[in-house]
């Protein structure tokens, strides 16, 4: 048996690195979706809150996926899915859809797109098409061409800063 050895200083260094950059990128509120999609063994999710819009012609968004998910490579496989942003009732459906190893499906509502499950209760919902993939780091940068929207005019967001979930209320116009 071998003993295991302390981690370096520069180990450590990058640690402490990631947790500040962690912690600094915290300060910039997120928000929170659920990307899913239709297999053949039935449907997968997952919770997301890096999402941007890339480009309104053709109408493109990103989304950021660790390399070490589970969940990515079987959505990747569909080649479509559908994006449902969380509405801030949604906080316990983003801590499922985040958690290893869970029926992350049971107890919700949802509803078939063209492109995968759909959130009941959504604030937005985009049906979304592969379009390429980057290597970036610890991570995988998603483009998907967004072929379908919608969103409801209502009901806010579930917004993710400082660790922390919430939600996002526009100022009243005088």
């Known amino acids: 048996m071998t003993a295991l050895s302390p981690k370096s200083d520069a180990a450590l260094e990058a640690a402490e690195t990631g947790r500040e950059f962690r912690k600094v990128l915290g300060h910039l509120p997120t928000g929170v979706v659920l990307v899913a999609a239709h297999t053949a ?3 997968v999710g997952m919770a997301v809150n ?4 890339v480009s309104l012609d053709p109408p493109l968004v990103s989304i950021c996926v660790a390399r070490t998910s589970t969940s990515w490579p079987r959505i990747r496989s569909a080649g479509r899915f559908c994006i449902s942003v969380l509405a801030d009732h949604h906080e316990q459906t983003s801590r499922r859809f985040s ?4 029926d992350r499906f049971a107890g919700e509502t949802w509803h078939d797109e063209p492109a995968g499950p759909a959130l009941d209760g959504a604030v937005a919902r985009l049906d979304c098409e ?5 290597g970036a780091g610890d991570h995988t940068i998603v483009v998907a061409r967004v072929a379908a929207l919608d969103a409801v ?4 967001a579930l917004v993710f800063f400082r660790g922390q979930y919430g939600r996002f209320v526009p100022h009243q116009q005088p």
């Open 41 to 43: 063994s039935g449907p």
């Open 50 to 53: 890096s999402i941007t819009s």
């Open 99 to 102: 958690a290893p190893g869970e």
């Open 130 to 134: 592969m379009y390429a993939e980057y």
């Open 153 to 156: 005019e209502d009901g806010h």
